[in-house]
């Protein structure tokens, strides 16, 4: 709890249990590292601990606005979140299955550079989401 404690602190938080559950939560989603508020308000249920879902949507929207979550909009329009963190990775969507999968290429990362020097720009944060199928579906 003492990481949680500082982190929140580190980005202006005041430390409170709601937060420091949520917190939890979403630095455990091991497998599940794309989280809606719905899901982390049912794993708080599951823990029998008692915060309201407008609770956990207004923490969200706050470790976003501290820099601690990052929200993605993926196919679907429901908004999910993952914590930030130093490594940055794209993203591929299932559109039959929703399943999320998150891969890293430097390839691409080196040419998104390029592309943005090319047109006079430095690049200073970038989002790549990839919709796809399985290459045997139709």
Known sequence: MASENSELRKVGLKVTLPRVKIFNILQNAEDEHHLS?????????????????????????????????????????????????????????????????????????????????EHGFELVDHSLILYVKPLNSK
């Open 37 to 117: 508020a719905e899901d982390v308000y049912k794993k708080l249920l599951d823990q029998g601990d008692d915060v309201g879902l407008a609770t956990v949507y207004r923490v969200l929207t706050q470790f976003e606005a501290a820099g601690l979550v990052l929200r993605h909009n993926f196919e679907g329009g429901h908004a999910v979140f993952e914590m930030a963190g130093d490594d940055h990775h794209d993203h591929m969507v299932c559109l039959q299955s929703g399943e999320v999968v998150e891969f890293v290429d430097d390839v691409i990362e080196e040419r998104q550079q390029k592309i943005a020097e």
